[in-house]
């Protein structure tokens, strides 16, 4: 069992910049990507960065070049600095564990931060 919890959302304003944290505990051995989701009110969750143990990188087309996930193993911490943010990056924002042989949107969650983005 794998347990998440997330840190570091808030009010923004347009073009500013935030950081989210999210601290993995547990079996951590067979986790291998790790990543952030996000949920607007009313549309599906969706997928925001990945980032695997070998530290390759897969992004939203929304967000590439303003987004970064990076990640400390011996941490067990991912984090998501969050760059030139828009009004429409406002979400909650779920961190997510899954094993290579998962699905992508399966696996473990942590319980959500709120990100809001003012114009």
């Known amino acids: 069992q794998v347990q998440l919890v997330e840190s570091g959302g808030g009010l923004v304003q347009a073009g500013g910049s935030l950081r989210l944290s999210c601290s993995g505990t547990g079996n951590y051995f067979n986790v291998l990507i790790m990543g952030w989701y996000r949920q607007a009110p009313g549309q599906e969750r969706e997928l925001v960065a990945e980032?695997?143990?070998?530290?390759?990188?897969n992004y939203a087309d929304s967000v590439k070049d303003r987004f970064t996930i990076s990640r400390d193993i011996a941490k067990n911490i991912i984090y998501l600095q969050m760059d030139n943010v828009k009004p429409e990056d406002t979400a909650v924002y779920y961190c997510?564990?899954?094993?290579?042989?998962w699905g992508p949107g399966t696996g473990y969650w942590g319980q959500g931060t709120q990100v809001t983005v003012s114009s």
């Open positions: 980032i695997s143990s070998w530290r390759s990188k």
């Open positions: 997510n564990a899954r094993r290579g042989d």
